[in-house]
């Protein structure tokens, strides 16, 4: 089935330093992704819809000066967090559109990268 | 306003037995997509079952079933015979539309299976 990696998996850094998480799908090419932020013991929350070659999409809220997002392939978006600060950790997971067995509609998500802020 | 609302933050079931976990939904778009995600404690987000607006059948697969009541837009995922593995949290979501295709998601709710 179709595959979403994210890179790293988990980091840690400190406060004022900028982060960049990469999502990219393997096997099949995603004009569109979407990423997601979630706090502990909570639900996922869309921060943006990253569309390939052109600018994202970000929910109200959401600072785009903080949370850059790239999506410059058909495989590969980017989440940069810019001058990190502690409010800022989270577990962060994107997510591509796809198909399974060509029929059945689905979500195919990232692993996620869990971001610590020191 | 809340558009996919799971209102059991918490389950039990014994091994073997089906538990069915609740999710209602709100919309008034015609064409709508509704999702259930499994989410173990590594964070991952794994993929179970999809319910299209106008599929006309409970959407099934394995032990994995979608009791899909459009009248009163519910969506509730019925797990057969449990499992320790199923030991999880269980996310409810919808696509409205079909443009943008982003997901909303309920709170979720916190299944334990025990022996």
């Known amino acids: 089935g179709a595959v979403v990696s994210q890179h790293p998996s988990r980091v840690i850094c400190k406060s004022g330093t900028s982060v960049k998480i990469e999502c990219r799908s393997l096997?099949?090419?995603?004009?569109?992704m979407f990423w997601y932020r979630q706090f502990p013991k909570k639900s996922l929350m869309l921060m943006a819809t990253?569309?390939?070659?052109?600018?994202?999409?970000?929910e109200q809220g959401v600072e785009k000066d903080k949370f850059l997002i790239n999506h410059a392939s058909l495989t590969l978006s980017t989440l940069t967090v810019t001058s990190a600060h502690p409010e800022d950790s989270s577990f962060y997971i994107c997510?591509?559109?796809?198909?399974?067995?060509?029929?059945?509609?689905?979500?195919?998500f990232g692993p996620g990268t869990r971001l610590l802020v020191l | 306003a809340q558009k996919i609302t799971q209102t059991q933050p918490g389950m039990f079931v014994q091994e073997k037995e089906a538990v069915t976990l609740d999710c209602t939904y709100d919309?008034?778009?015609?064409?709508?997509?509704l999702f259930w995600y499994k989410q173990p404690s590594s964070g991952e987000m794994i993929f179970l079952i999809y319910?299209?607006?106008?599929?006309?059948q409970n959407a099934t697969e394995g032990r994995y079933s979608l009791n899909f009541q459009k009248a009163r837009k519910s969506a509730n995922l019925v797990i057969s015979a449990s499992q320790l593995g199923d030991s999880a949290m269980y996310f409810c979501?919808?696509?409205?539309?079909?443009?943008?295709?982003?997901?909303?998601f309920g709170k979720g709710t916190s299944l334990l299976v025990t022996p």
């Open positions: 997510s591509a559109r796809g198909w399974v067995s060509g029929e059945q509609e689905t979500q195919y």
């Open positions: 096997d099949f090419q995603a004009t569109t």
């Open positions: 990253s569309n390939e070659g052109s600018k994202a999409t970000y």
């Open positions: 919309t008034s778009d015609q064409s709508y997509g």
């Open positions: 319910q299209g607006s106008y599929d006309e």
């Open positions: 979501a919808m696509r409205e539309g079909m443009a943008g295709y982003a997901l909303n």
